[in-house]
T-cell receptor
Framework: DTEVTQTPKHLVMGMTNKKSLKCEQHMGHRAMYWYKQKAKKPPELMFVYSYEKLSINESVPSRFSPECPNSSLLNLHLHALQPEDSALYLC???????????????FGQGTRLTVV | GQQVMQIPQYQHVQEGEDFTTYCNSSTTLSNIQWYKQRPGGHPVFLIQLVKSGEVKKQKRLTFQFGEAKKNSSLHITATQTTDVGTYFCAGRKAAGNKLTFGGGTRVLVKP
């Protein structure tokens, strides 16, 4: 299995809703990431998990809450989002832990989120 | 903070022609990666360059890492309609796990 799987593919939520995005990989990768991508813009890093521990938080608002239950799963909990948070949310994973030889990121298909 | 810039932002290419996209970092990089994102798709890894002056080829694509490890280029020869998409470079500083993406070059191919 060489895929990063994200669910759901599309999500529409109201500003008072609570929802979660899920990401799964079974490649034994030890680093996992959340990126946000607006239309016609590059992916922007939100969070990095290394060995299931949060290692980077790019000053993301607290209405986004990441969680890494185990080495294969990564969640992003959403609460009280704003319309400007509408974007493509991409999960990615890398084989090697931080500080070691560089390695490529494998991206999931993304969740296209619309906040109404 | 680290900035990675790409030019041009848009590239309209006649099918069969060559083009080059350039990537420049404000800081020295430990490595640079290139990704391709098709319209409506997700970024897909193309290549990774690590050594100063490194050149790698993948069929019609040639990737180069500058001597100072602050810039890179992607050259595509004999462009095909399948080359349509946005090409991102992404740089990583030494011993870090943060990949900073350039703004991307959006490639449109005229048949």
């Amino acid at each position: 299995d060489t895929e990063v799987t994200q669910t759901p593919k599309h999500l529409v939520m109201g500003m008072t809703n609570k929802k979660s995005l899920k990401c799964e990989q079974h490649m034994g990768h030890r680093a996992m990431y959340w990126y946000k991508q607006k239309a016609k813009k590059p992916p922007e890093l939100m969070f990095v998990y290394s060995y299931e521990k949060l290692s980077i938080n790019e000053s993301v608002p607290s209405r986004f809450s990441p969680e890494c239950p185990n080495s294969s799963l990564l969640n992003l909990h959403l609460h009280a989002l704003q319309p400007e948070d509408s974007a493509l949310y991409l999960c990615a994973s890398s084989p090697k832990p931080p500080g070691t030889a560089v390695t490529e990121a494998f991206f999931g298909q993304g969740t296209r989120l619309t906040v109404v | 903070g680290q900035q990675v810039m790409q030019i041009p932002q848009y590239q309209h290419v006649q099918e069969g022609e060559d083009f080059t996209t350039y990537c420049n970092s404000s800081t020295t990089l430990s490595n640079i990666q290139w990704y391709k994102q098709r319209p409506g798709g997700h970024p897909v890894f193309l290549i990774q360059l690590v050594k100063s002056g490194e050149v790698k080829k993948q069929k019609r694509l040639t990737f180069q890492f500058g001597e100072a490890k602050k810039n890179s280029s992607l050259h595509i020869t004999a462009t095909q309609t399948t080359d349509v998409g946005t090409y991102f470079c992404a740089g990583r500083k030494a011993a870090g796990n943060k990949l900073t993406f350039g703004g991307g070059t959006r490639v449109l191919v005229k048949p």
